[in-house]
């Protein structure tokens, strides 16, 4: 008696014939269509020229930790004439969609800036690719303070980052 049977022959390399064909269809769709998010991670310290008034003493900066399309991160306000005194802080999240990104959150201390508590915050912009400048990670954006005050255009070029090389285990 035979151990191998035709109709189990035809089956079973039937089978592993479509698994190995999905296999290289799903490859191929991932290799063309599927992009890692551009990186854009780290530290902004924003300049504008149109600030609500309250803020316009503070130093700005944006920070900005990444997980895929998802961002995180805050924006730190603090006082430019006064570096003791503690900064607010605004946490942020949103998404990244290619090298556009929004970020959103709600201004809830009232100290500085009491027409501007409760206002939710939006950032909008993209990350800039410039020629040469490979390792620079610019992004050009718009703060909007609720419906209460202007757009603030801004561009940040992210601070370097300190890498500690004597890594001591």
């Known amino acids: 008696m035979s151990h191998f049977n035709t109709k189990s022959l035809i089956f079973y390399g039937t089978m592993i014939g479509s698994v190995l064909i999905f296999f290289k269809v799903v490859s191929a769709y991932g290799e063309t269509q599927l992009k890692a998010p551009t990186k854009m991670g780290g530290t902004y310290p924003i300049v504008a020229k149109t600030l609500p008034q309250c803020l316009s003493s503070d130093q ?36 990244m969609h290619k090298n556009h990104f929004s970020l959103s959150g709600h201004f809830k201390i009232a ?29 050009a954006g718009s703060l909007a303070w609720g419906n209460s005050s202007p757009v603030s255009n801004f561009v940040a070029t ?12």
Do not use: M, R, W
């Open 111 to 139: 100290q500085n800036c009491p027409e501007l508590a409760g206002q939710k915050l939006v950032i909008e912009g993209e990350k800039l690719i410039k020629e040469g400048q490979k390792k620079a990670q610019v992004i």
């Open 60 to 95: 700005v900066q944006l920070t900005i930790n990444q997980s895929g399309i998802y961002l995180f991160g805050q924006l730190t306000l603090s006082s430019a004439n006064s570096p003791e005194a503690k900064a607010t802080i605004i946490p942020l999240d949103g998404l």
């Open 158 to 169: 992210a601070n370097p980052v300190k890498t500690d090389n004597n890594h001591h285990h």
